[in-house]
Nanobody
């Protein structure tokens, strides 16, 4: 089973940028589609972005399209989420996970996440 550790969150002003990292353990990391999700206080966890196992296909939620970019580095077993033009509504705990589903409820195991706070 692939395990993940998220990092890179922090406090940033609206319009700023952050890059999140998701370090995955396990030699089979490169075979898996990876996704980023987020959960704001009082809201359901939601899908943010996804990248195919080869890195040649990406998919984004409409709310982040054009502002966020997902990428992966197989040599480092790491997936990144570059977040630009951040908005206060992007504030949430961000999680990554392993698998093709964009539905958070289909995942049982989650990492600790990384907090992103965007001030207005």
């Amino acid at each position: 089973q692939v395990q993940v550790v998220e990092s890179g969150g922090g406090l940033v002003q609206a319009g700023g940028s952050l890059r999140l990292s998701c370090a995955a353990s396990g030699s089979t990391f490169s075979r898996y589609t990876m996704g980023w999700f987020r959960q704001a206080p009082g809201k359901e966890r939601e899908f943010v972005a996804q990248i195919s196992w080869r890195g040649d296909s990406t998919y984004y939620a409409d709310s982040v399209k054009g502002r966020f970019t997902i990428s992966r580095d197989g040599a480092k077993n790491t997936v990144y989420l570059q977040m630009n033009s951040l908005k206060p509504e992007d504030s949430a705990v961000y999680y990554c996970n392993v698998g093709p589903s964009r539905l958070p409820n289909e995942y049982v195991h989650w990492g600790q996440g990384t907090q992103v706070t965007v001030s207005s």
